[in-house]
């Protein structure tokens, strides 16, 4: 079993619409949750960072973790064609390695 | 804030050759810096952790004398992929984690290696 499971889509979905993105972890040692997304060639782009349980918005973004199911989302909503990426889910234990744990990525595609 | 640039974005290089690669944090300092590669349709691949004015800690299966990682400074880190072979090419990104702040990591845009 993996430390992060994320489902690797595709997922497609009319301009507008509300878009959920979910990870699910085994390590509750992670304390650090991000969420990047990242164009085709390109590197990842931080979105959100949110530590320990709770939301967190920004603009069309809001990331939820919630620790005791292991499971975090990212919602965007009012999706548009430009937000058609990969999305990965990261996490850390706060660890003196800082090294991230990384979720398979999401294809998300937002149809005009 | 947070940018971390890469050069060069792309290199062709004959088998044989050596490539090096920089990865810069352009606007705070990093301590820690890492290196990924990543192929087509998969998630990214750590490869390396590089921490300022020490030895490089290497993950499992990749060969720290194929691919030299030197961190000279808090806001550079270079990648020499040594003796390249067609195996090699591939998305080398970088990351650099900030010395004052969150525990996160910003990445550079990448460098597509090919090695013919």
């Known amino acids: 079993q993996k430390e992060v499971e994320q489902d690797p889509g595709p997922l497609s979905v009319p301009e507008g619409a509300i878009v959920s993105l979910n990870c699910t972890y085994s390590?509750?040692?992670?304390?650090?949750f991000m969420w990047y997304r990242q164009y085709s060639r390109k590197g990842p782009e931080l979105l959100m960072y949110?530590?320990?349980?709770g939301n967190k918005e920004d603009g069309r973004f809001t990331a939820q973790v919630d620790k005791s199911s292991k499971y975090i989302s990212l919602f965007i909503r009012d999706s548009q064609p430009s937000d058609s990426a990969t999305y990965l889910c990261?996490?850390?234990?706060?660890?003196?390695?800082?090294?991230?744990?990384f979720g398979s990525g999401t294809r998300l595609l937002v149809r005009p | 804030g947070a940018v971390v640039s890469q050069h060069p974005s792309w290199v062709i290089c004959k088998s044989g050759t050596s490539v090096k690669i920089e990865c810069r944090s352009l606007?705070?300092?990093?301590?820690?810096m890492f290196w990924y590669r990543q192929f087509p349709k998969q998630s990214l691949m750590l490869m390396a952790t590089?921490?300022?004015?020490?030895?490089?800690?290497?993950e499992q299966g990749v060969e720290k004398d194929k691919f030299l990682i030197n961190h000279a400074s808090l806001t550079l880190s270079t990648l020499t992929v040594t003796s390249a072979h067609p195996e090699d090419s591939s998305f080398y990104i970088c990351?650099?984690?900030?010395?004052?702040?969150?525990?996160?990591?910003?990445f550079g845009p990448g460098t597509r290696l090919t090695v013919l």
């Open positions: 606007d705070f300092q990093a301590t820690t």
């Open positions: 590089s921490n300022e004015g020490s030895k490089a800690t290497y």
């Open positions: 949110t530590y320990s349980s």
């Open positions: 990351s650099a984690r900030p010395t004052s702040g969150t525990d996160t990591q910003y």
């Open positions: 990261a996490m850390s234990g706060g660890d003196s390695s800082y090294k991230l744990i």
């Open positions: 390590n509750s040692a992670f304390q650090y």
